[in-house]
């Protein structure tokens, strides 16, 4: 920017800064005095302001041409002109895979012309098997029917929640008809012990009458014993 131009910048801003100045003198003159004070605060004002932007006129320009302080030597021409580093060379790829030759007599001869194979390397030492150990496919079953034997009872138990309900209203019959279905299909899994079964089947039997509920929890009391002697036989 030049300097005539920021010298027109200056000379505005201070203008404005006068004018408001005094403009503010003047009001605050008639509200404390009357005429004459508003004179004398309006010029006091617009006096102090035309000193201090005189005064300030060095930051202005400053701040208005900018270019002034960088430094001459340092111009965009000159990074421009500096030279490039090179990139790093990468080093070559070497190939993926080598092939060795083969002799003529050893492709002709076969696998054979190595000589005899040794059966001991290539034989992998097995593990002396314990008898005594039970195999994982005897426990992951016993696992699933001790599981299986709970799940009944516990779809047994909601079941009859529902059919002797604490209050006449607190159960619906879509609700019962929902537990009483799930027991049934939970009781009807493959792999369920035949003592779970049976002592199952019992308790539904009493739970579906919906009559005697001591007869029903003797029944479920006689299932969770008989999953219980099933989960301790093991």
């Keep these: 920017m030049s300097s005539s131009v920021a010298a027109r910048i200056h000379l505005l801003i201070t203008s ?3 004018t408001s100045a005094t403009a503010c003198g ?30 300030s006129r060095r930051h ?34 070497g190939p993926s895979h080598v092939r060795l030759p083969v002799p003529a007599g050893a492709a002709e001869a076969g696998p054979d012309a190595a000589g005899p194979q040794d059966p001991s390397v290539h034989a992998a030492p097995s593990a ?23 799940a009944v009872v516990v779809s047994i138990a909601t079941y009859q929640a529902a059919a002797f309900p604490l209050t006449a209203l607190g159960v619906s019959d879509e609700e019962r008809a929902a537990r009483r279905a799930f027991a049934y299909r939970v009781c ?4 369920l012990p ?41």
Excluded: N
């Excluded at 965009?76 to 490039?84: E, F, G, K, M, T």
């Excluded at 009807?188 to 792999?191: K, L």
């Design 16 to 18: 404005v800064l006068v």
């Design 26 to 55: 003047v009001c605050v003159g008639l509200l404390l005095g009357g005429r004459l004070t508003a004179a004398l605060a309006g010029g006091a004002a617009g006096l102090g302001a035309g000193i201090g932007a005189f005064l």
């Design 60 to 93: 202005v320009f400053a701040y208005l041409r900018p270019e002034a302080a960088a430094s001459p030597t340092a111009t965009l021409s000159d990074h421009l002109a500096a030279p490039v580093p090179a990139p790093a060379a990468e080093p070559a790829a």
């Design 128 to 150: 002396p098997s314990d008898p005594s150990a039970p195999s994982d496919r005897a426990d992951a079953t016993g696992g699933y029917a001790e599981g299986l034997a709970d």
């Design 188 to 191: 009807a899994q493959e792999g």
């Design 194 to 234: 035949p003592a779970v079964r049976v002592s199952a089947a019992a308790a539904l039997e009493a739970v579906d009458q919906g009559v005697d509920a001591g007869r029903a929890h003797a029944a479920m009391k006689a299932l969770s014993l008989t999953v219980y002697d099933h989960r301790g036989a093991r």
